[in-house]
């Protein structure tokens, strides 16, 4: 079964700090994984789309990991400010020729306090 | 909210009534779709669309329908809205869907919060 599972489910962590949520999936054959943020009361934004050949890519202050071999991702969180508050979704496509899936995760709820 | 609005925003509706949410975007992307969040659930796919009255099945489309008579707007309907379909319901566009690009980005409106008492 295809599945898509994120840690920690929550986190709280100062302004100012470092985190790192993380996501292991099993769903084959893959195709692509991206990470969205969602605030409170808002549609998920995409972060960032990393397809099989890539490793890391970076937004700004957000970094993914991606290692296919694993089936595991990272999404670093560097210098957090109060308006990273949101919930992190971890989406993984699934590659099955014309009728590609996309598998959510449940999300990592990140708290940044003052 | 790349140019996507959801109506209504809020509703609170009655067992057995029917119901009818409504999405529109001014991207002109051929891809539309209509998603639920539920706590304890990753976002789940009801009915997507690719192209005007081209619509199919996700993965939650029983008691749901839609309908796309124009590009621009994507409506669901709840034909006799149930307690279990309380939920918020999250409306999302794209340019190229499944068969397009693999990198191909959703981009989601700000959502419905339907109550069914």
């Known amino acids: 079964k295809n599945q898509v599972e994120q840690s920690p489910q929550s986190l709280i962590i100062l302004e100012g700090k470092n985190c790192t949520l993380q996501?292991?999936?099993?769903?084959?054959?893959?195709?692509?994984l991206r990470w969205y943020k969602q605030d409170t009361g808002r549609g998920p934004v995409s972060l960032t789309i990393?397809?099989?050949s890539e490793n890391t890519k970076s937004n700004g202050r957000y970094t993914a990991t991606l290692d296919a071999d694993t089936k595991q991702s990272s999404l670093h969180i560097t210098a957090s400010q109060l308006s990273d508050s949101a919930s992190y979704i971890c989406?993984?496509?699934?590659?099955?020729?014309?009728?590609?899936?996309?598998?959510w995760g449940l999300g990592t709820s990140l708290a940044v306090n003052p | 909210d790349a140019g996507i609005t959801q109506s209504p925003r809020h509703k609170v509706t009655e067992t057995g009534t029917p119901v009818t949410l409504r999405c529109h975007q001014t991207?002109?992307?051929?891809?539309m779709y209509w998603y639920r969040q539920d706590p304890g659930h990753g976002l789940r796919l009801i009915h997507y669309?690719?192209?005007?009255?081209?619509?199919d099945k996700g993965e939650v489309s029983d008691g749901y329908s839609v309908s796309r008579s124009k590009t621009e707007d994507f409506l669901l309907t709840l034909e006799s809205a149930t307690s279990s379909q309380t939920s918020v319901y999250f409306c999302?566009?794209?340019?190229?869907?499944?068969?397009?690009?693999?990198?191909?980005?959703?981009?989601f409106g700000p959502g419905t919060r339907l109550t069914v008492l």
């Open positions: 999302a566009i794209s340019e190229s869907g499944w068969q397009g690009r693999v990198t191909d980005t959703q981009y």
């Open positions: 989406v993984v496509s699934g590659d099955a020729g014309n009728n590609r899936k996309l598998i």
């Open positions: 996501c292991n999936y099993t769903v084959s054959p893959f195709s692509n």
């Open positions: 991207e002109n992307h051929r891809y």
């Open positions: 990393m397809t099989f």
């Open positions: 669309s690719y192209g005007v009255k081209d619509t």
